[in-house]
């Protein structure tokens, strides 16, 4: 079974203090939400490969770690998911971006596939799925099914905020994946929406309603 960690460093539970506030702008909002994601960056890449090389400093060579190894890229769900990209690549900006457009069916409240546009050689990269919010978790599972089809093998969901009913159909549906996030919520509600929680991410990151 995958792992589920809990990113708990008093700077991220601030800042997540933020942007659940709902008088917080849709400026500040999607300000706070990249700082969030880059300071979650360092946890979500504390695993991933280095190698040592000499580097020649102004004093003489010295001996250093380097990343080597898989290659990353960082795949938001679109729309929420682009907030947290650019959070991201400022830690890792040699990374590939791919994306992925779900959307939720009010209805049903199942995910529905609408765009798909991946790096070429995604199978040979370590892939972060990004999306504020793990809700049911339909869409995050769908995501990882059609990065497995186009050949992904390694593959971390990263969020914000989830509920416990989200975290647990992800995992169920792809036990490989671990998953990172900025806190854990209470339940969903009757129409899917996390409790707390901080509303809907697309809408309060571009200002729609």
């Known amino acids: 079974m995958s792992t589920v960690t809990e990113i708990r460093h008093p700077l991220i539970q601030h800042k997540l203090a933020i942007i659940r506030d709902k008088d917080t702008g849709s400026k500040e909002f999607r300000e706070v939400v990249e700082e969030i994601a880059m300071l979650m960056a360092y946890e979500v890449t504390r695993n991933i490969h280095t190698e040592e090389v000499v580097i020649e400093t102004p004093m003489g060579p010295a001996k250093c770690q380097m990343l080597s190894g898989k290659k990353l890229a960082i795949v938001p769900i679109l729309r929420a998911g682009l907030g947290m990209v650019e959070g991201m690549r400022k830690l890792i900006p040699a990374a590939k971006v791919g994306h992925i457009g779900l959307y939720r069916d009010e209805t049903t409240l199942q ?52 509920a416990p009913e ?31 929680g901080l509303g809907d991410a697309g809408d309060r990151l571009f200002g729609t309603k």
């Not at 609408?114 to 995501?143: H, W």
């Not at 975290?167 to 900025?182: E, F, G, K």
């Open 111 to 162: 995910p529905v596939e609408y765009f798909c546009k991946l790096p070429q050689d995604i199978n040979e990269r370590d892939i972060i799925l990004v999306d504020p919010m793990l809700a049911t978790g339909g869409s995050a599972a769908d995501a990882v099914t059609l990065l497995k089809r186009r050949g992904a093998t390694s593959i971390r969901f990263v969020g914000l905020i989830a």
């Open 166 to 196: 989200g975290i647990q159909a992800l995992q169920a549906a792809h036990p490989d994946v671990d998953i990172y996030l900025a806190s854990i919520d209470e339940k969903l509600n009757e129409k899917g929406y996390i409790i707390p």
